[in-house]
């Protein structure tokens, strides 16, 4: 494709097979995702909606240059400390408050089942340390979204990308809760976290907790009982420890009983932030319909949030020169 379009333009994929998405350059957001003709995430009608100036919003986006929280908006790198924004109480969320998801990415491929998407974040980009090229590619094919994300860097810097996409089964034009969604996760660790949602050094077991979804449950089954947890951040919104990343079985899975719709999530990521829509309060959507609390669900898989300040192994958020960062999540859907 060679006209870089320089506003915000919607591009359509399909995997032939009743699997669509809409993509917008801006923010490489997913607009639409529709599963045998229903919608499934939540969002606005066309792409300029988007901007900053219309909707402060991270509805299908993918989130860079760190997503979710760095403590105290501080890292540090080769022995140098870069102070970030902090758009989140003392945190840093989502790589500031005009992170990835307010760029225009350019368009490397165009097909008509796959979209790939450009964007160069300079050194000193919200505070961030290092020039960073960043690709994602989404493909549909055989009911399934496949998302393959990759960064490089000329100095070294941290890194963590995902997609923030909301979720409801039912359909992106039924503003009900996803308490009857069913959830299962794989995972028996979990990252609780402080007053500012920050985790804490150790990860906690979920057996015995209202965090336990290795068994598939209602989203809503536990999500109001007298919890520490669950009051800091109005319901869930906490990193789940994965079991087995890689693509070979699902981290997730999260059925509609009512839609009948299933959504398989496969992922080489370490973590996966399972957040409840807390605080969507009523925005207005996608033919005008409000979004209240709690009517999506979204699964970002994810390095842990904090990586860079830590010292888990299996989660640093590092990115250094030579080292490409390559990570893939897949979506796959399956309707009764």
């Known amino acids: 494709m060679n006209h870089q379009p320089n506003m915000p333009t919607a591009f359509r994929i399909s995997d032939g097979n009743g ?5 917008t350059n801006l923010g490489a957001r997913i607009m639409r995702l529709e599963v045998d003709g229903i919608d ?32 105290g908006g501080r890292i540090e790198v080769d022995g140098r400390t870069y102070q970030l924004p902090q758009n989140n109480g003392p945190n840093c969320l989502h790589g500031g408050p005009r992170g990835w998801q307010y760029s225009l990415f350019k368009v490397a491929e165009d097909s008509s089942n796959s979209l790939t998407l450009m964007l160069v974040s300079p050194d000193g980009d919200n505070g961030f340390p290092g020039t960073v090229n960043a690709q994602v590619t989404y493909t549909l094919a055989d009911g399934a979204l496949r998302i393959d994300y ?3 860097t000329d100095r070294p810097t941290v890194i963590n990308l995902t997609n923030h996409s909301y979720f409801n089964l039912d359909g992106c034009n039924k503003p009900n809760t996803v308490h009857s969604h069913l959830l299962r996760i794989d995972a028996y660790l979990y990252t609780p976290t402080d007053s500012t949602a920050i985790p804490l050094e150790s990860h906690e077991p979920v057996d015995g907790s209202p965090f336990d979804f290795r068994t598939a449950k209602p989203i809503g089954r536990d999500i109001a009982v007298d919890h520490p947890q669950l009051k800091i951040g109005r319901g869930y919104d906490h990193n789940f420890v994965l079991n087995h ?43 005008g319909v409000a979004y209240p609390v709690r009517s999506a669900v979204c699964l970002e898989t994810q390095q842990y949030p904090d990586s860079p300040n830590r010292h888990w192994p299996e989660s640093t958020g590092r990115l250094l020169p030579g080292q490409p960062f390559n990570s893939t999540t897949i979506f796959k859907f399956s309707h009764k």
């Not at 699997?19 to 993509?23: G, S, T």
């Not at 219309?54 to 989130?63: K, P």
């Not at 959504?263 to 829509?277: C, D, K, N, S």
């Open 245 to 287: 990343p890689g693509l070979e079985q699902p981290a997730a899975v999260l059925e509609s009983p009512m839609s009948g719709i299933r959504m398989e999530v496969f992922t080489t990521a370490p973590g996966l932030q399972l957040y409840t829509g807390n605080f969507l309060d009523g925005i207005r959507g996608k033919g």
């Open 40 to 71: 499934v995430v939540l969002g606005f009608d066309q792409p300029e909606d988007y901007l900053p100036e219309n909707h402060l919003s991270d509805f299908g986006a993918l989130i860079g240059r760190y997503a979710n929280r760095l403590a």
């Open 150 to 152: 990759r960064a490089e």
């Open 19 to 23: 699997l669509q998405a809409e993509v």
